[in-house]
């Protein structure tokens, strides 16, 4: 049974005004209905101004970055249909500004640019223009995704170049997906408004189980809409048979057509860095992804991989700094990067150890002293200098357990690692401590 | 009108002296042409009352103008002449009436039309029949009859209108005033509350030349807040005039004697303009179309009084059906149909290219003549009640509509019989006003 899937992501772009005025868009921040004005309230009379061209450019971006062809001029229409949350009647939705694109091998049928619309809540009635008028990208694939972990992937890297660009907004709320997903010879079921893309694998992995089950009980079933329930993971009938609306597209008379600039820069994407830097630095291919997972902190990387020691500083990078970020939940900040640097510089010198490395960044991420300065107060550096005088006198002190251990006794070893790290206060490398007492005895 | 204007900037007359003389006539006379919706005498006292203690004098000091009710006027109620918008108080001005209020305009009221411009008599009123200075037996023609009325029963200096079709050229001529359409795009439509957004046009109308050249000269330009506006090219004088052939077919005789003795000594050739027989068609059918998307905002949730209880589809029709009149229901319904999936190719699609032929074919013609000559209407303003059927009245618009979808620049003289229309290219509004100056005498 071949499942096939295709993805309607709607994305808003980052803009300080909304599409057609000069509204603000930090929405969730604002109070009701506070960021409103008659354009994008549609009272009688008011006329669109002239598009957010940041708007534009950024999702120009977003086509690019995506392969597609882009076109030439963006063309305004005007999609009819009656919802409290849609003040004018119609949405302004553009043209196709780009087609034809691909990403982890699945087609970009479409990219084009339209208006979010207000929210509107059902149980009071009222309704919330607030976000009316934000600028959305929304991406249309073909129905090539072969699966719920293929969406998955294709998912986490669009997010990522979404991330790369910094031309999207990064809120709760701020990504929505449609979802069409069929077994090959079955009727379609579209799963609609998924508000997160973590959303989208659940409902996918949801619909697919669930609609193998209806074939495997020969239970026959017709083509609709369906709710995603976020909470349950679950999908529910919203609409059965779905009737072709008539949204009556026509070219909106008050946005002229707008020439697209040619030659949009775009950064080095994930893939292209993670592939250069594989080789550049001779990373294993799960270091390389990791320090690309953010292009501050691949760009960190690079700043200092210039004149330290690349394999040794994947090591901090991956085994120390992500998971310290993952576990905090938070991204890469620039102001890390000279900390991590000393503290590399450091690590290569054998000035400081790998535990006390880890106690330092953690000490600068979150948001404590610099790196040097904490190292220094808590007495971190020069350990390793230190230590091989400390094993020396130690071996000294314990006669007893030195015999001990030459006759035999491992839990003796023990006792003498415990003793010197006692002595630094834990800030020793028991490694290093290991191999030194092995040599001396 | 140009003598009260000097009066005023000489001092000689105060702007409360001229506002009493316009009360006066109103208070004679307005009884019986009903060509405000909303009187603000009040306001408009306390405003001429500062005027008066005004040193610096703006351009249009003192001047009292009345201004269509499709224009947002802020703290002065929009009705648009329907019932939807009974209430509705614009929380904004248009950018024409802000240009106005810095020169030192005192604005009187708003005027009588067509519901939501949909007429071409101004019995298409919600709320009264405007009747016409001239014969009061007669309709002041439409849809901006309150304004020429207004201006003719000498309620006020000057008047803004809209034209879309001719709807200040048609009652300019009817009422025996000077009524200006100027280009598409050279004036911001920004709180003109939309019939046809491609067709749309503030322009003016006054008892002189000199009073239109006033109040365009201010009005006129760039908005960022409406997209069309552009700053346009006047074109070099070729020293040429024609008359078009087609504009005498079905023309009244005297009409068009009327036209020919005022143009005798301009030497102008006559010329062909064979497409011009598709322009009434093609007009209708744009209006339509582009008339049904912009009404989609009056759902019943905002404007109007509100529809029956039910489901979103139910409250919807009921308050539509209860707020609009019949010619504004007829244009909505025409325009869903011809742009709905089914008829669109067949309809709007045709009519889109067929605009296009108009267009190049009047503007090659306009590249070999300046102007182009003509009567403004076909006929002399009918008796109030004698158009019954809607074609009868589209009929008469078939010498002014061909300009709009064009977007061309045309100005209504007034003759012993009927009025000249004069015709030139988009941009040359100023080069028109100089040559209908030389008209005038």
Known sequence: MKTIIGLEIHVQLRTESKLFCNCK????????????????????GSKPYFINEKAIKNAVKIAAALNCEINEEIIMQRKHYFYPDLPNGFQRTSKPLGVNGTLEGVTIREVHVEEDPGRYDLKTGKTDYNRCGIPLIEIVTEPEIKDSEHAKKFLEELQLILAYLEVSREEPGSSRVDANLSIEGHPRIEVKNINSFKGVYTALEYEERRQKKLIQENTPYGQETRHFDEEKGTTTSMRKKETLEDYRYSPDPDVPPIAIEKNTEIPELPKPKRERMEKQYALTKEDAETITSEKKMADAFEKIAGHSNAKELAKLFKGILKKQLNYRGIKYQEKLTPEIEWIAKNLEQNKITEKSAEAIL????????????????QNLLGVET?????????????????????????????????????????????????KTLEEKI | MKETHEKLQKGILKPSENLELKIKKIEENEGKIHAFINIYLEEARKRAEELDKKEKKGKLYGLVIAVKDNIAVKGM???????????????????????????DGIIIGKTNMDEFACGSDT????????????????????SSGGSAAAVKAGFCDLALGSDTGGSIRCPAS?????????????????????????????????????GIQLLFNIIKGDDARDAVTTTQKQSTTKNKVAIVKEFFENCDKKIEESVREKIKKLNAE?????????????????????????MQKYDGLKYGSKGKPGDLTETVSSARSENFGLEVKRRILLGTYITSKDYREAWYVTTLKARSAIKSEIEEKLKEYDYLLGPTMPMEAWNIGEKGEPTQMYAADILTVPINIAGLSAISIPLKNGGLQVIASQGDDDKLLKFAEGLEK
């Open chain 2, 77 to 103: 109620k929009m009705t648009c002449a329907s019932k939807m918008l009974e209430n509705y108080l614009p929380p904004y001005n248009a950018s024409v009436i802000e240009k106005i209020i810095e020169e």
């Open chain 2, 174 to 210: 009817f009422c025996k005033t000077f009524g200006f359409k100027p280009s598409y795009g050279s004036i911001s439509r920004y709180g003109l509350a939309d019939m046809a957004m491609s067709l749309d046009q503030i322009g003016v109308f006054s008892e002189d030349v000199y």
């Open chain 1, 362 to 377: 953690i000490e600068a991420i979150d948001g404590g002293k610099s790196a040097e300065n904490y190292a220094k107060e």
């Open chain 1, 25 to 44: 868009t930090n929405y969730l921040k604002a109070q009701t209905n506070e960021n409103t004005c008659v354009v994008c309230t549609a009272h009688p």
């Open chain 1, 386 to 434: 230190n230590i091989q005088g400390l094993i020396e006198k130690t071996i000294k002190e314990n006669p007893k357990a030195v015999e001990d251990y030459k006759k035999g006794e491992e839990k003796a070893l023990n006792y003498l690692i415990g003793k010197i790290m006692k002595e630094t206060k834990g800030k020793a490398d028991k490694k290093t401590i290991l």
């Open chain 2, 123 to 142: 019995t298409h009123s919600a709320f009264q029949t405007t009747r016409n200075p001239t014969d009061l037996n007669k309709v002041p023609g439409g």
């Open chain 2, 270 to 294: 006559e010329i062909s303009i064979p497409s011009l027989k598709y322009a009434l068609p093609t007009y209708y059918l744009l209006v339509y179309s582009e008339f049904a998307s912009t």
